[in-house]
């Protein structure tokens, strides 16, 4: 039996072959991998397609499942604040409701 990712997941994930069970085709196993570092920030899923096949004689089988992989979040990020100077603001008294004072980026 061999198998192999189809749709979204080429490039980000791979599947590898689980070492172990003698080798035989038959009893192959695979588990799923990351190929590169996921960020949730640029894409927080992934909708995979794994697809099997025998070398069945005379015919050949085959059959495909979909995954869905949620990245979750890590907190990687730290809020930054440019300088000291940017949270040291002076206004005018009579400014008016929801007047914006800092604001940080």
Not at 3 to 20: D, H, I, R, V
Not at 52 to 77: E, I, T, Y
Request: charged share 30%; proline share 3%; net charge neutral.
């Amino acid at each position: 039996m061999t198998c192999e990712l189809t749709g979204g997941g080429q490039g980000w994930f791979a599947l590898e072959p689980l070492s172990g069970g003698g080798g035989a085709t038959t009893d192959r196993q695979y588990k799923l991998v990351t190929s590169m570092q996921l960020d949730r920030e640029l894409r927080d899923e992934y909708r995979l397609t794994v697809e099997c096949r025998d070398a069945g004689v005379p015919a050949a089988l085959n059959r495909s499942r979909d995954l869905r992989v949620r990245v979750a979040d890590v907190n990687d990020h730290t809020p930054r604040f440019h300088s000291r100077s940017d949270m040291q603001r002076s206004l005018c008294r009579f400014r008016h409701i929801s007047y914006e004072i800092v604001s940080n980026q």
